[in-house]
């Protein structure tokens, strides 16, 4: 797997040649924020509109699937309702983690852009470390962008 960054910035979007994208709303915020605000200010407001009609509530693993072009340079969009910001804690961010690893597995797509839930918001839980489970050839691919990226240490011995 190959890990990428791209900001949440309606004219960097572009860059990230992927086929979906996946974005996270509250139930109880609107309007949206984070990378689901940017999705529908390019969109010309179609997830509002959803939100608006009663289409689509953001209640916690609600899930839709929008055509993305020709507004956004992804085929599908993928909108994932995380429920009450109040709600939000690190069983809800692992558990809205998994349905969006889920579904763009069952969907089969190789290349997306995913904005972690609760990130628009800055409500992720907090971590004091993560250990991910790769072989060394993975491990020598990821380890210098995300020390580059996040300021992490050189690896334990």
């Given at each position: 797997?190959d890990?990428r ?5 309606a004219?960097?979007m ?60 992804f ?12 709600g939000f804690?690190d ?12 579904t ?44 580059g ?9």
């Amino acid at each position: 797997m190959d890990m990428r960054f791209v900001a949440r910035d309606a004219r960097r979007m572009e860059d990230a040649a992927a086929e979906v994208c996946a974005c996270t709303i509250w139930s109880d915020e609107r309007p949206v924020r984070g990378f689901a605000g940017q999705l529908d200010w390019r969109m010309g407001g179609r997830l509002s509109a959803l939100l608006k009609s009663g289409f689509m509530r953001g209640d916690r693993g609600e899930l839709l699937l929008v055509p993305g072009r020709p507004h956004v340079p992804f085929e599908k969009v993928i909108v994932l309702g995380l429920g009450p910001r109040s709600g939000f804690g690190d069983g809800a961010f692992r558990e809205a983690l998994a349905r969006i690893a889920r579904t763009l597995e069952g969907m089969r797509v190789r290349r997306a852009v995913v904005e972690l839930p609760g990130r628009g918001v800055e409500a992720i839980p907090e971590h004091d470390a993560w250990w991910l489970v790769e072989d060394a050839p993975a491990q020598k691919r990821m380890e210098p962008l995300l020390r580059g990226r996040r300021g992490l240490p050189a690896r334990e011995p």
